[in-house]
Structures are given as structure tokens and as C-alpha cells.
């Protein structure tokens, strides 16, 4: 075991002693934060096999303990049997995710089936399970407090979940499928990066990029000299399908090529074509789920959900493909007449929409979105924007601290503040997009709240904002001010965790439920109070005009039967997908896509899906299977939250104690929807969202 625990040094005459992994004995820093000055890439596999293999020890004794089953000795004791390996596990898939390389990529590889078997030797295992169930069996009985008893159930729907009631035979298939999964996963997560990058647009005129800005221009060429192109320009891809420079590009051959570059990234038939790998994933999950006795993968992951089913979805969804349809039709026509105005003759497609969309938009609005990015430098939208308003609302303050190592040179830490002045949590920012970062924005955790560890939390946001050449200042678009405040609103939710068991605390909620603050809080990147706070001109120092901000305001519903219609389509996507049977045969990635978009009727002339079925990250690797929709689902819940704050005085302190009482605090130690009607004071309902889209 101790060689585990141990790095040893290269043997010679005079060794030195051998060194302590970092990763496997306590942090001295603030908060716990992970030392990644001491950190080693070779340091994670050994930390992970050690953890493993204590984890495996710990859950053997609770599961062969000869005395009765108690709270204490069963469910308490698993809670902590995890700790380590959580830890290390944390540290670990951060650092994979925002900053990989060969070596970390090669153990995530290796890693991925050993974890995947150590979940179903605690989940499969008979003898824990039979403890669990009997706990569970008798819970009336153990006078237990309310969150005690939430985590009762919620470990007992786990193994039910998990198919500790299984017969051997049956177990033995699902190890089986749950090694294989894990393995695909992995190969899914690293062919997508590759691929990403690989989908670079490089360009070799200077010509081929007009409409675009001038630090734009310069970002494109920084872009190719760093990976060696010099005197050309690279447009790197974003993870969805349309890319932002599609908005200002002028020249339809280029746009066209861009657009291509996305949509392709990983359908090439090169070593990073997707097709076969999910595909195989969404047959496997199939075999899964009727092995545990559901009808599609769909029904067996909605099970712990706000929604509970997938007709539930389903139902929500119908309601509002018919107005998103029709919003879509209209601003097609509005598109293909500007089209016309321009002296074009051809056919509006996927890669002239956003370009002509704009045309439309400086039309109708007069307002062109380059106008307000010199009113969004980051550094100001984070300081006097973001952490205004978390202010205003729930009292917190931030301070950024420079004696916290990070794991990249980009990355900026900051302790967080109670409204009374005690320290509350610490916060990383990884702002940049990198070639080894995997595409998109998220939130985690390096250690969660948990008064039974006595743990504060510390915090991620990764962005993926285009870092700007040597010199110049960061810029946002509006949608990167929003994606600011949404990762942070998770943040807040882990923030205010007030949970004895980590398990409970936080963002350890629902996919329909754990996006609901952070699409909330995006309401406040645009308040007209915080918005005076922070939009002032980096150059000048002027405030944003109100002229512009009213044109802000007047076109921010506009364009939005696309930008709905795009997300529409991603969610009947995933649906679609985790709805086969266990009798359907694999899918041709390609013609089930086509089929499914048409069925579920969101195929939207001109609108393609925010995600193209093989880099829909979400749903093959990032936990989201059968639950994308839960962005729409928590846009319905946080609309319905912004109307009751704007009818009850909007941002003020007072609101803000309530729904962090409320909701943010609460994280899954009680019931969503309970949760929900006690805050709003009805069930959720669809009417705020049609409204704040438009389509209403």
C-alpha cells in the first residue's frame, strides 16, 4: 500500500528520501485548496489506485459488519468511506478537463473502467445493499432529522438504481456494460478535443476575414503564429455548432468553410470520427436500462428528476415547439427579404443566418453587438458586475489572493465573504479558452460544504472566452457577460451550502434542478442597476450610453425562435437517442439524427441543433444523457423566479436572503418540486418563459 502512497525517487548512490504524493495527504492551504504547486502529472494515477483501493476496504468492512445496521455504522460510514477518493478524483477531472495532456489523457483512459467497477462493487454489493434496505425498511422507526433521512433515501434509490437487486448473472452483464461505457466515454471525451482542435479554420488572406474586428483580426493571427502559422489567421472552434465570428465574417465562402469545420469537427472518417463511439454508447445504455427493468435509457435516468418521466418532458416540450416554429418561419422570412436587399439571390442556409440575422438586427434595432464590447472588459464585468450584484443580493464579498497555487498560469483565485465578514469559500476563475480545454463552460467543485467533514467549499468556473493578443484587454460579447453570471450562479449555489453531508450540499442536485440558479442569475448580468455599475468604456471611462442600452433592451428578444429553435433541437436530440429500446439494433449515427430531429418536429428550416449528435458533449460524457432538456426545464423555473422577484421589488437584500434560504441553501436535502412551490407558491409555469423569449 505504501507504494501508493509514495512517489520514490530515482534510485542512486545518495537518494534522496522518497516523497510524499500531495495528493493523498492533507492540504495545508486555505480552505484545503489542492497544492498544485507540489502537484506531478505522476502523481494522479497512483493517488486514484490508492484511493481506490482504500475506498473498496472501507465499503468491505460497512458491508461485512457483524453488528446490526445503524445510521451511524451504514449510512454515515459510506459517506466517509468516499472522502479520499473524492478528493483526489475532484483535483483530477478539473485539471483533465481545462488543462490535459498526454500523460493525464492516458491515465483518465486507465482510470475511467477502474472507477467505473469500484462503483459497482459498492453499488452491486449485496451484503451493503441488504444493510441499506433494511435501514430503509424501518426509517419510520429511527427518529431521524429530516436531512438524515433524505440521505437515507437517497442512498437507497442509488442501489435500487444502480441494480443492487440483481441476480449474479444479471450483475455480471452490467459490470460488464458499465466497464465497457466508461471506456467509450473516455475515447469520446479525448476524439472530441482532438477533433475540436483539428477543426480549426485556418485562413490565408487577410481579405477572407473581413467583417470582422479589428482585435478579432489580431486574435486570428495570434491563433496561427502559436501553432505555427505565421502570416496566416486560424478561427478556433467553440463547442457548439454555430460559431460566433459567423455573425460578422462577410465573405460567404468563409463562412460557409467555418460552418463546415464546426459541423464535421468529428464526422471526417479519421481517427476522431465520433459515429461508431456514441452510437455504441446509446445501444449499451439501451441493454442497461433493460437490464434494470426500464423500457429506454430515458425512463431509467428520470427517475430522481424534478420531471420524474419522460412524458413529463415530453409534455413541457410540445408546448412550446408550435410558437418557437412559428418565430423561427418569421424571422427566416425577415432574413431571406435583408438577403434579397443586399443583391443576393441565394437561399438563406445555417451559415447565413447569424450574419444576416445582425443586418436585421442594426435594421430593426439599429444596434450592431460590437458596439457595447468595449463596455464589457472582463476584468470589470467580473469585479464590478458579477460581484456587485451577488452583493446586492446576498451580502458576499470577494477578494482576490495570490499566494493559492493554480494548475494554469491564467487561472485567478479569490477568497469569498459572508455578509458578517467570515470566510465562506474560495473561488478559482479559468477564464481563457486553451487547445487542451475542453470546449464550453462549467462549474465544479475541488471540496464541497459538509459540517460532518467540517469543509468549506472551494469552487471552479471554467469559460472558454477567446484569450485576447498580448496587450489588449479582454472584450465580451453580451452572451460571455451572461455566461459569466450563469457559472457563477452555480457557484453561489455551492457558496451557500449549509448541509451536514457533502453529499446533499450544493449542486449535488437534479439535471433539471442544479441549472436553475445559475440560468436565474443570468437576469442580473443585464439589471439596470448592475449593469450602471459595471459598463463603462475601457478606454474612456464613459458610461455605456442609454441609448444603447435601450437598444440592448429592445432587441434582446429578437432572433429568439432560432436561438430557442437551436436548443429545441438538442433537447429531442438527447431524448430521441436514450429512447431506443433494448431491441433496436445500433444506429447510423447520421440518418437516426435526420429521422429523430424530423419526428419530434424540430427539424427548423435553417436552424440547426446547438449540438450535431457526435460533439454533443453533454449528453456522451458530461452526465446530461436524457437530460439536456433541463436547461429549458430550469429556463421555465427561473423565469417563474425572476417574475416574482420583479414583482416583489426585484434585486434587494431582502429577496436575495429568501431564495438563498430557500433554494440555494438547500441543495437536494428535500424534495425539488416541495422546494419550489414553497418559494414561488404554486407548481412551475410555462407562461414567464414563452414571455422573456418573445414567443408569447
Same mark, same amino acid.
Given at each position: 500500500?505504501?507504494?501508493?502512497?509514495?512517489?520514490?525517487?530515482?534510485?542512486?548512490?545518495?537518494?534522496?528520501?522518497?516523497?510524499?504524493?500531495?495528493?493523498?495527504?492533507?492540504?495545508?492551504?486555505?480552505?484545503?485548496? +489542492? #497544492?498544485?504547486?507540489? &502537484?506531478?502529472?505522476?502523481?494522479?494515477?497512483?493517488?486514484?489506485?490508492?484511493?481506490?483501493?482504500?475506498?473498496?476496504?472501507?465499503?468491505?468492512?460497512?458491508?461485512?459488519?457483524?453488528?446490526?445496521?445503524?445510521?451511524?455504522?451504514?449510512?454515515?460510514?459510506?459517506?466517509?468511506?468516499?472522502? /479520499?477518493?473524492?478528493?483526489?478524483?475532484?483535483?483530477?477531472?478539473?485539471?483533465?478537463?481545462?488543462?490535459?495532456?498526454?500523460?493525464?489523457?492516458?491515465?483518465?483512459?486507465?482510470?475511467?473502467?477502474?472507477?467505473?467497477?469500484?462503483?459497482?462493487? &459498492?453499488?452491486?454489493?449485496?451484503?451493503?445493499?441488504?444493510?441499506?434496505?433494511?435501514?430503509?425498511?424501518?426509517?419510520?422507526? =429511527?427518529?431521524?432529522?429530516?436531512?438524515?433521512?433524505?440521505?437515507?433515501?437517497?442512498?437507497?434509490?442509488?442501489?435500487?438504481?444502480?441494480?443492487?437487486?440483481?441476480?449474479?448473472?444479471?450483475?455480471?452483464?452490467?459490470?460488464?456494460?458499465?466497464?465497457?461505457?466508461?471506456?467509450?466515454?473516455?475515447?469520446?471525451?479525448?476524439?472530441?478535443?482532438?477533433?475540436?482542435?483539428?477543426?480549426?479554420?485556418?485562413?490565408?488572406?487577410?481579405?477572407?476575414?473581413?467583417?470582422?474586428?479589428?482585435? @478579432?483580426?489580431?486574435?486570428?493571427?495570434?491563433?496561427?503564429?502559436?501553432?505555427?502559422? *505565421?502570416?496566416?489567421?486560424?478561427?478556433?472552434?467553440?463547442?457548439?455548432?454555430?460559431?460566433?465570428?459567423?455573425?460578422? =465574417? @462577410?465573405?460567404?465562402?468563409?463562412?460557409?468553410?467555418?460552418?463546415?469545420?464546426?459541423?464535421?469537427?468529428?464526422?471526417?472518417?479519421?481517427?476522431?470520427?465520433?459515429?461508431?463511439?456514441?452510437?455504441?454508447?446509446?445501444?449499451?445504455?439501451?441493454?442497461?436500462?433493460?437490464?434494470?427493468?426500464?423500457?429506454?435509457?430515458?425512463?431509467?435516468?428520470?427517475?430522481?428528476?424534478?420531471?420524474?418521466?419522460?412524458?413529463?418532458?415530453?409534455?413541457?416540450? @410540445?408546448?412550446?415547439?408550435? *410558437?418557437?416554429?412559428?418565430?423561427?418561419?418569421?424571422?427566416?422570412?425577415?432574413?431571406?427579404?435583408? &438577403?434579397?436587399?443586399?443583391?443576393?439571390?441565394?437561399? =438563406?442556409?445555417?451559415? $447565413?443566418?447569424?450574419?444576416?440575422?445582425?443586418?436585421?438586427? %442594426?435594421?430593426?434595432?439599429?444596434?450592431?453587438?460590437?458596439?457595447?464590447?468595449?463596455?464589457?472588459? /472582463?476584468?470589470?464585468?467580473?469585479?464590478?458586475?458579477?460581484?456587485?450584484?451577488?452583493?446586492?443580493? !446576498?451580502?458576499?464579498?470577494?477578494?482576490?489572493?495570490?499566494?493559492? +497555487?493554480?494548475?494554469?498560469?491564467?487561472?485567478?483565485?479569490?477568497?469569498?465573504?459572508?455578509?458578517?465578514?467570515?470566510?465562506?469559500?474560495?473561488?478559482?476563475?479559468?477564464?481563457?479558452?486553451?487547445?487542451?480545454?475542453?470546449?464550453?463552460?462549467?462549474?465544479?467543485?475541488?471540496?464541497?460544504?459538509?459540517?460532518?467533514?467540517?469543509? %468549506? *467549499?472551494?469552487?471552479?468556473?471554467?469559460?472558454?472566452?477567446? %484569450?485576447?493578443?498580448?496587450?489588449?484587454?479582454?472584450?465580451?460579447? #453580451?452572451?460571455?457577460?451572461?455566461?459569466?453570471?450563469?457559472?457563477?450562479?452555480?457557484?453561489?449555489?455551492?457558496?451557500?451550502?449549509?448541509?451536514?453531508?457533502?453529499?446533499?450540499?450544493?449542486?449535488?442536485?437534479?439535471?433539471?434542478?442544479?441549472?436553475?440558479?445559475?440560468?436565474?442569475?443570468?437576469?442580473?448580468?443585464?439589471?439596470?442597476?448592475?449593469?450602471?455599475?459595471?459598463?463603462?468604456?475601457?478606454?474612456?471611462?464613459?458610461?455605456?450610453?442609454?441609448?444603447?442600452?435601450? %437598444?440592448?433592451?429592445?432587441?434582446?428578444?429578437?432572433?429568439?425562435?432560432?436561438?430557442?429553435?437551436?436548443?429545441?433541437?438538442?433537447?429531442? =436530440?438527447?431524448?430521441?437517442?436514450?429512447?431506443?429500446?433494448?431491441?433496436?439494433?445500433?444506429?447510423?449515427?447520421?440518418?437516426?439524427?435526420?429521422?429523430?430531429?424530423?419526428?419530434?418536429?424540430?427539424?427548423?428550416?435553417?436552424?440547426?441543433?446547438?449540438?450535431?449528435?457526435?460533439?454533443?458533449?453533454?449528453?456522451?460524457?458530461?452526465?446530461?444523457?436524457?437530460?439536456?432538456?433541463?436547461?429549458?426545464?430550469?429556463?421555465?423555473? $427561473?423565469?417563474?423566479?425572476?417574475?416574482?422577484?420583479?414583482?416583489?421589488?426585484?434585486?434587494?437584500?431582502?429577496?436575495?436572503?429568501?431564495?438563498?434560504?430557500?433554494?440555494?441553501?438547500?441543495?437536494?436535502?428535500?424534495?425539488?418540486?416541495?422546494?419550489?412551490?414553497?418559494? !414561488?407558491?404554486?407548481?412551475?409555469?410555462?407562461?414567464?418563459?414563452?414571455?422573456?423569449?418573445?414567443?408569447?
Amino acid at each position: 500500500m505504501l507504494a501508493a502512497l509514495f512517489v520514490t525517487a530515482t534510485c542512486t548512490a545518495a537518494a534522496p528520501a522518497a516523497r510524499q504524493n500531495p495528493l493523498l495527504v492533507p492540504s495545508t492551504l486555505p480552505f484545503g485548496a +489542492p #497544492p498544485f504547486n507540489l &502537484i506531478k502529472d505522476s502523481d494522479y494515477q497512483p493517488a486514484i489506485d490508492f484511493a481506490i483501493a482504500k475506498e473498496r476496504r472501507d465499503v468491505d468492512a460497512i458491508a461485512n459488519d457483524s453488528a446490526a445496521p445503524t445510521f451511524d455504522n451504514t449510512i454515515v460510514a459510506l459517506e466517509k468511506a468516499g472522502r /479520499l477518493l473524492n478528493s483526489v478524483t475532484a483535483t483530477f477531472f478539473n485539471v483533465e478537463s481545462a488543462n490535459t495532456d498526454d500523460t493525464m489523457e492516458k491515465v483518465a483512459a486507465v482510470e475511467a473502467p477502474r472507477l467505473a467497477a469500484l462503483n459497482d462493487a &459498492i453499488y452491486l454489493n449485496h451484503k451493503l445493499y441488504a444493510r441499506v434496505a433494511a435501514l430503509y425498511a424501518k426509517r419510520a422507526s =429511527l427518529k431521524l432529522d429530516p436531512e438524515s433521512l433524505q440521505l437515507l433515501r437517497v442512498d437507497y434509490q442509488q442501489f435500487a438504481h444502480a441494480g443492487a437487486n440483481l441476480p449474479p448473472a444479471k450483475q455480471a452483464k452490467l459490470r460488464a456494460i458499465n466497464e465497457r461505457l466508461a471506456t467509450l466515454v473516455t475515447t469520446f471525451q479525448q476524439k472530441l478535443l482532438k477533433g475540436t482542435a483539428a477543426g480549426a479554420l485556418l485562413v490565408t488572406k487577410k481579405s477572407q476575414l473581413a467583417g470582422l474586428s479589428a482585435t @478579432s483580426i489580431a486574435n486570428a493571427a495570434h491563433e496561427a503564429a502559436t501553432h505555427g502559422h *505565421p502570416g496566416e489567421w486560424m478561427i478556433p472552434l467553440q463547442n457548439t455548432t454555430q460559431q460566433p465570428a459567423l455573425s460578422s =465574417l @462577410s465573405d460567404r465562402a468563409t463562412r460557409r468553410a467555418l460552418f463546415e469545420h464546426s459541423w464535421n469537427r468529428t464526422e471526417r472518417g479519421d481517427a476522431n470520427d465520433e459515429r461508431d463511439t456514441i452510437a455504441t454508447i446509446a445501444y449499451l445504455r439501451a441493454q442497461k436500462a433493460h437490464l434494470l427493468g426500464y423500457p429506454d435509457y430515458a425512463a431509467y435516468k428520470l427517475t430522481d428528476q424534478m420531471a420524474k418521466t419522460p412524458a413529463t418532458v415530453q409534455r413541457f416540450l @410540445s408546448q412550446l415547439i408550435a *410558437p418557437t416554429r412559428a418565430a423561427a418561419a418569421s424571422e427566416a422570412a425577415e432574413i431571406q427579404a435583408m &438577403i434579397r436587399k443586399d443583391g443576393q439571390h441565394f437561399t =438563406l442556409t445555417p451559415y $447565413d443566418w447569424n450574419y444576416y440575422a445582425d443586418q436585421v438586427r %442594426k435594421a430593426k434595432y439599429d444596434f450592431d453587438a460590437n458596439q457595447v464590447k468595449p463596455y464589457f472588459a /472582463l476584468n470589470t464585468v467580473l469585479e464590478k458586475g458579477l460581484f456587485y450584484a451577488a452583493n446586492q443580493l !446576498y451580502g458576499i464579498t470577494l477578494k482576490e489572493r495570490h499566494d493559492i +497555487p493554480v494548475y494554469q498560469k491564467d487561472v485567478r483565485v479569490f477568497e469569498v465573504y459572508d455578509k458578517n465578514g467570515s470566510p465562506l469559500a474560495l473561488m478559482y476563475f479559468d477564464f481563457f479558452k486553451r487547445d487542451n480545454k475542453q470546449g464550453g463552460a462549467w462549474m465544479s467543485t475541488f471540496t464541497d460544504e459538509s459540517k460532518l467533514f467540517g469543509t %468549506k *467549499p472551494v469552487v471552479y468556473n471554467v469559460e472558454n472566452i477567446p %484569450k485576447p493578443a498580448p496587450g489588449q484587454p479582454a472584450l465580451l460579447t #453580451p452572451g460571455e457577460v451572461s455566461g459569466m453570471f450563469h457559472e457563477f450562479g452555480h457557484a453561489l449555489n455551492a457558496f451557500f451550502a449549509t448541509q451536514e453531508y457533502a453529499s446533499l450540499a450544493g449542486t449535488n442536485t437534479a439535471r433539471d434542478f442544479v441549472e436553475y440558479p445559475s440560468q436565474f442569475n443570468e437576469h442580473w448580468a443585464f439589471y439596470p442597476k448592475v449593469l450602471r455599475h459595471y459598463a463603462f468604456n475601457y478606454k474612456t471611462g464613459a458610461p455605456i450610453p442609454q441609448a444603447l442600452v435601450n %437598444k440592448i433592451e429592445a432587441s434582446s428578444k429578437f432572433n429568439q425562435g432560432y436561438d430557442f429553435g437551436e436548443l429545441l433541437s438538442a433537447d429531442e =436530440l438527447d431524448m430521441a437517442w436514450h429512447s431506443l429500446p433494448a431491441s433496436a439494433p445500433k444506429q447510423n449515427a447520421d440518418t437516426f439524427e435526420t429521422h429523430a430531429l424530423a419526428a419530434a418536429g424540430v427539424n427548423f428550416p435553417s436552424v440547426p441543433p446547438r449540438y450535431r449528435s457526435t460533439y454533443f458533449q453533454h449528453i456522451w460524457s458530461n452526465g446530461y444523457a436524457a437530460g439536456y432538456y433541463a436547461y429549458t426545464w430550469t429556463a421555465m423555473l $427561473d423565469d417563474d423566479t425572476y417574475q416574482w422577484f420583479l414583482d416583489h421589488g426585484g434585486l434587494t437584500r431582502a429577496n436575495g436572503q429568501r431564495f438563498r434560504d430557500m433554494i440555494l441553501a438547500k441543495g437536494h436535502s428535500e424534495d425539488y418540486a416541495t422546494m419550489f412551490r414553497a418559494f !414561488y407558491g404554486s407548481d412551475p409555469k410555462v407562461g414567464p418563459l414563452l414571455q422573456d423569449l418573445g414567443l408569447k
